[in-house]
């Protein structure tokens, strides 16, 4: 039995991997959080809000599944790699803002990090066993959510019900608008520097509309390796679960009869500057990447308020990586106040841009 302790068990990869749990003789729920949403019943320990390393501390877990959303992910990311349980990890906001501590947190305890990220968990099974000199680089697929193909203009008036409307994935709203945007690419460039130790520029972003290759790997030989599947995140999901056991889902095999599409293009950075303002953090490194954070929360809530216009976003991301310098977090409280920081200065920044 795999003890399992689910973190953000309400949300919608929560709630796909209570269904690959409940379906999983092997997986046994120990332990189940949420925000605010009650999880009375869910698991012999439950937790609402508040520390969760607490609740972990209770539970034993054998791994556990960070599926918060946001930054609120990050004690629990470093409480389990420092003790080197199986980390399977949906929470890429806590390996983007803090992914010097959570690397500092691995060296203690190397366990694995299994990603749920389905672009990392592709990723993750192309690289796996590869000798690290063949790599040339790793691409990750973006589906363009459901502005591609617009110019600037065009979205300056997008409502977040428009945003919302996700053509190829069924997400919780942060993760939706943040795909709207680009800038989920961007953290996932950021979390897949951190997960796999490439260098930024060997990791590039393409955009493939139907989401049916989530990632591929460039070899030193010219060969390319793709990583393809509908997009269901029960897959990921379960591959980190029950990693390296790779376990049966109720998912329908690809069907190669009817015609699959595989197109690419270039993403377009003028409409969609997210992208490259988180690659631009993540080069700076140091801090600047929890300034991203932490700004683009702060402007994807009041954007789904109704307040800040969509290309707001993105303008208050930019002006507080301006505004903040980059520097060193030597632990924890450090990067607590950065973020609290970000989060003072992104607010002023927003306010003057609410309608
Ligand atoms: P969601 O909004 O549907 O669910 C978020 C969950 O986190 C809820 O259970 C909520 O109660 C919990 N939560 C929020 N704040 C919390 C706090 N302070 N303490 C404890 N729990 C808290 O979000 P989601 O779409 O399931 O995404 C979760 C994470 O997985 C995000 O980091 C997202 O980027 C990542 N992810 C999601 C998908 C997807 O398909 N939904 C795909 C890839 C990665
Ligand atoms: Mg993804």
């Given at each position: 039995m795999r003890r399992v302790a689910l973190l953000g068990a309400t949300g919608s990869i929560g709630t796909q991997a209570l269904e690959i749990i409940a379906a999983h003789p092997g997986l046994e729920l120990v332990a189940a959080a949420s925000g605010s949403q009650p999880v009375d019943g869910l698991a012999p320990l439950t937790q609402v809000g508040g520390d969760l390393t607490e609740l972990l501390e209770r539970a034993e877990p054998d791994v556990v599944l960070n599926a918060v959303v946001g930054f609120a992910g990050l004690p629990a990311t470093v409480w389990t790699l420092e003790r080197g349980i199986d980390l399977a990890l949906a929470n890429k906001e806590s390996l983007v803002a803090g992914g010097e501590l959570a690397r500092s947190a691995w060296e203690q305890g190397r366990g694995p990090i299994l990603p749920v990220d389905s672009e990392h968990s592709a990723a993750f099974q192309l690289l796996?066993?590869?000798?690290?000199?063949?790599?040339d680089s790793l691409v990750l697929t973006a589906s363009?959510?459901?502005?591609?193909?617009?110019a600037r203009a065009d979205?300056?008036?997008?409502?977040p019900a428009e945003a919302l409307a996700h053509p190829t994935w069924n997400m919780g709203p942060k993760i939706t608008v943040d795909s709207a945007t680009l800038m989920n690419k961007g953290l996932e460039l950021i979390e897949a520097h951190f997960l796999f130790d490439l260098p930024y520029e060997r990791i590039e972003v393409v955009i493939h509309?139907?989401?049916?290759?989530h990632a591929l790997v460039r070899f030193r030989d010219g060969a390319a390796l793709a990583h393809i599947g509908y997009p269901d995140m029960r897959v990921p999901i379960s591959y980190a679960l029950t990693y390296p056991e790779r376990a049966k889902t109720p998912i329908a095999p690809?069907?190669?009869?009817?015609g699959l599409i595989l197109e690419f293009s270039a993403p377009d950075e003028e409409a969609f500057p997210s992208l490259a303002l988180a690659r631009a953090a993540g080069e700076a490194g140091r801090t600047m990447p929890c300034v991203l954070n932490a700004a683009n929360e702060v402007a994807v809530a009041t954007f789904l308020d109704g307040r800040l216009p969509f290309l707001g976003i993105p303008e208050v991301v930019e002006r507080t990586l301006n505004a903040i310098e980059a520097v060193e977090a030597r632990d924890f409280d450090d990067l607590t106040a950065i973020d609290a920081e970000a989060r003072r200065v992104a607010s002023a920044h927003t306010r003057q841009l609410v309608h």
């Open positions: 796996e066993g590869r000798a690290s000199e063949t790599v363009g959510g459901p502005f591609r193909g617009r979205l300056a008036a997008v409502t509309p139907t989401s049916i290759v690809l069907d190669l009869s009817s």
